[in-house]
């Protein structure tokens, strides 16, 4: 799958899904994940503030028939789970039919982050669910953001990585893989993705979506500097046998024209006739983020 054939979010035929919940720098809706059942769009994603303003307040998941307009199912709120602010979530339904939320959750006065999964029978029951600690992260590392997918009864993930053990550079990311045969149980395989020093993915390369499974492709988000933080552009990686994965050369394939140049957190959905739609958190002109999605052939 050449760069010339791989399909990418398409931000110039994008649609707005979900608006940035105000106007200005740091008003964000998205860190979305997306999963397609029954010919239905299901989305988890998180609606944020600035960080004066509470930073990411909720998790919505909302379901869709033309993967446009969505309604709210459910929404979960950070204070429930004792957490400081959300980012990306993960929405899904098992393989026994039930469904799982996984959340991003950031541990009060500190850079800590943990992910939380919440099982319920079906997607309007998340607030009240069965709550699970799945990456409980430590002292030296904190853990978030996760990409998931299940495979002939293989779960598979992505998540990224801050290291903790520089006060002041708690930013700095990288991309683990873990498997599991439950989706609650992980066993950490190896670090598959890591920031590459001179490059445009210098400070961080965090895994957002996979394009295709074998071979394995996949979408990241990467930065340059610490000043970068939050306003992250899309690359391409590549695994090889073992997993690892290996950035395309020639830097980002996808940025926003607007404002910082973000395009980031993007997720892929395989519809029916092979085409892809995408979702993305992408800038607009006075700074703001919103959800918005496009569709690229398969």
Known sequence: MSLDTLPLPDLAAAEVVVPAPGPGPGNWAGAASATLVDGVVWLAYRVRRPLTEGRGVSTVVARSADGVRFETVS??????????????P????????GWRLYLSCATPASKHWWIEAVDADSPDGFPTGTRTVVASGDDAVAIKDPVILVEDGIWHM???????????????????????????????????????????DARGARVT???????????????????DNWHEVTGVARGRA??????????????????????????????????????????????????VTSVSPG
């Open 75 to 88: 929404e979960v709120r950070r204070d429930d789970f004792g957490a400081e602010s959300f980012e990306r």
């Open 90 to 97: 993960v929405v899904l339904r098992r393989p026994d039919g």
């Open 158 to 200: 992505w998540t990224t990585e801050h290291p903790l053990d520089e006060v002041g550079h708690e930013d700095r990311m990288r991309t683990a893989y873990s498997t599991s045969v439950d989706g609650l149980l992980w066993d950490r395989r190896t670090t598959v993705l890591e920031p590459r020093p001179g490059e445009w």
């Open 209 to 227: 979506a996979v394009v295709s499974l074998e071979p394995l492709v996949v979408l990241y988000d990467g930065r340059a500097r610490a000043e």
């Open 242 to 291: 073992d997993g690892v994965l290996t950035a395309d050369p020639g830097g980002p394939v996808a940025r926003s024209p607007h404002s910082d140049g973000a395009l980031r957190y993007a997720t892929a959905v395989r519809l029916a006739n092979g085409s892809i739609r995408f979702y993305v958190e992408a800038a607009r002109p006075d700074g703001a983020h919103d959800l």
